[in-house]
């Protein structure tokens, strides 16, 4: 089975530039998740989505941040315009919802360097 | 002020020996919790999880202890393998409310294992 696949693995811009991020979750999962990671820390939700609608996007701030999920699968995340606190790594992960059992499954990520 | 927290930054073991990593949280509706591991540019990779009702799960060389009242969890790794070195984080979530299925991180503690 194959897991999470993003796209790209990695990526440098000068601030101001724009930059998207995409992801492809595993087969047969209905709920996508974007975090970021800081350096040292841990995930941190960005949103969250079931199917093709965006169910908790509390922590995406969206003066620069997008998201969309066409047609439930494929996901992207934008950032215009970036800026330097944005440089993170961008995980993307996804989970079949099982009544009780929240396993996520995570891609390896996008690392982002804003200079 | 963080929900999940994992206190120690780094622990080095010998190989052969017994790996414990602590996890605390302060929110009383966590009811499931989980344990990841992450390599250098990787994604983090579920190792093991715990749901409230219980407070022992094991798979193999990984036991997971929760203890409600005291709002600690530890992940247990017996016998320590140099290919167990990586960094580990614990995350939790609630069954109920607008963050359910939502994981809270901790800051993750790496672990170094030595031959």
Request: hydrophobic content about 30%; proline content about 6%.
């Amino acid at each position: 089975e194959a897991g999470v696949v993003q796209s790209p693995r990695y990526k440098i811009i000068e601030k101001k530039q724009p930059v998207a991020f995409w992801c492809n979750p595993i087969s047969g999962h209905n709920t996508l998740y974007w975090y970021l990671q800081n350096l040292g820390q841990g995930p941190e939700l960005l949103i969250r989505y079931e199917n093709e609608e965006a169910v908790d996007d509390s922590q995406l701030p969206k003066d620069r941040f997008s998201a969309e999920r066409l047609k439930g699968v494929d996901s992207t995340l934008k950032i215009q315009p970036a800026e330097l606190g944005d440089s993170a790594v961008y995980l993307c992960a996804s989970s079949l919802y099982s009544g009780g059992s929240y396993e996520q499954y995570f891609g390896p990520g996008t690392r982002l360097t804003v200079t | 002020d963080q929900q999940v927290k994992q206190n120690s930054p780094s622990l080095s073991v010998q190989e052969g020996r017994i790996s414990i990593l602590n996890c605390d949280y302060t929110n009383s509706m966590f009811d499931y919790f989980l344990w990841y591991k992450k390599y250098p540019a990787e994604g983090p990779t579920f190792l093991i999880s715990i749901s409230s009702i219980k407070d022992k799960n094991e798979d193999g060389r990984f036991t997971v202890f929760l203890n409600k009242s005291a709002k600690h969890l530890s992940l247990h790794i017996v016998p320590s393998q140099p290919g167990d070195s990586a960094v580990y984080f614990c995350a939790a979530s609630a069954k109920y409310g607008g963050s359910q299925g939502n994981l809270i991180f901790g800051k993750g503690t790496k672990l170094s294992v030595k031959p």
